[in-house]
């Protein structure tokens, strides 16, 4: 009920929390009588390689060779871990269908107890009772301690947190699984898997890291985004590459952005192309550019380019976003924000940032650009940001880093194409 009423929100308790539940009942009895997706996996992979290998063995040439020789070993070790996922399996399989026989033999014994007893048949059962019955429960209970030992089951055999967490992730995108070990220490180094691909720009990856380790920990508002950004800079210091890398650290997909580009957002009407024409207009049934992606996606990253050439009824939609986290369509739908990344980008006080040395502190011109900001931008909506950040001009030593970063884009191209870069 927990989870359901937090991210499915286009449908109404009990219904959505008994539906969860049926679901992912239905999944554990599947996963018992079928082959684990793993395992499944690993065995499609398999057959894969196996057909480019007979197909690889009529070629001659020399890279085909080599190719063959990647792939004997690769299907050789698919096939050892194949062998032990299947031994293993089967192996719990036994393990469920003896634990299952053993229980059905306890819930036989238990009637047979109540009808012995009123039967008056004394006899028989206190044999159930004080013999019988404590024998298949100490198995039944070894059966089980058995299968608590080592690692985590292949298939899972009763429906838990897990299996609900998983099941909701399915139907909205949302990754509501539990904080891991391996998750936490991503975070903790969330800097650092930035940097490889933004260059220069220390202070603004400090400061998204530090309020996504906040969204992530419980210690946001539960009723906002995530995270709400406006990102300062001139053109070609990294505001949209930082936007690109946050999509991929957090979501893994670098396209878990929805890009709104608001020169297209200049006139008062255009806050329909957001949220939708309303009702007896032309476009009513096709939903808004923003609110159809984010209904659809609710896990994402959201950019609005060069927020500043918005019309000011644009931001009316946007303070309504930052403070509620959520937007109602032209159809009626509440669309949640709650679970998006919200960065906004813009030119203002470009010319002062973009006029500093090579080394300069951002900080010296930051009254400057505040200025300017507060000019365009009103009180209540500047309020609602969590942070307005600097990105610095790029010196020739940042400038030979994204260098090397885009060779290593390029190599990786041109290594699928066996063509090497020197």
Sequence with gaps: ATLSNRYITDRFLPDKAIDLIDEAASRVRMAVDSKPEAL????????????????????????????????????SDLEVESHDLTTRWKAEKDKVGQGAQLRETLDRLRIELANAQRAGDLGRASEIAYGQIPQIERQLAEAEAAETKGSGPLTPEVVDAEQIAQVVSRWTGVPVDKMLEGEREKLLK???????????QDAALAAV???????????????RPLGSFLFLGPTGVGKTELTKA?????F?????????????????????????????????????????AVRRRPYQVILFDEVEKAHPDVFNVLLQV????????????????????????????SEALAGQSEGDDVEAVRPYVM???????RPEFLNRIDEIILFRRLGRDQMAGIVRIQLARLEKLMADRRLTLS
Excluded: C, W
């Design 40 to 75: 499944d996996e690993i065995d499609r992979r398999l057959v894969q390689l196996k057909i480019e290998r007979e197909a690889l063995k009529k070629e001659t040439d020399s890279a085909s060779q080599n190719r063959l020789e990647r792939l004997e070993d690769e299907i």
């Design 190 to 200: 969330m800097e650092d898997a930035l940097a490889k691909r933004v260059v220069g």
């Design 209 to 223: 890291s530090d309020a996504v380790r906040r969204a992530r920990a419980g210690l946001n508002d539960p009723n």
């Design 246 to 250: 946050l999509a991929a650290f957090l």
């Design 252 to 292: 893994d997909d670098e396209a878990a952005i929805t890009r709104m580009d608001m020169s297209e957002y200049m006139e008062k009407h255009s806050v329909s192309r957001l949220i939708g024409a309303p009702p007896g207009y032309v476009g009513y049934d096709e939903g808004g550019a923003l609110t159809e």
């Design 322 to 349: 930052l403070d509620d986290g959520r937007l109602t369509d032209g159809q009626g739908r509440v669309i949640d924000f709650k679970n998006t990344l919200i960065i906004m980008t813009s030119n203002l006080g």
């Design 371 to 377: 200025d300017q900001v507060r000019a365009h931008f």
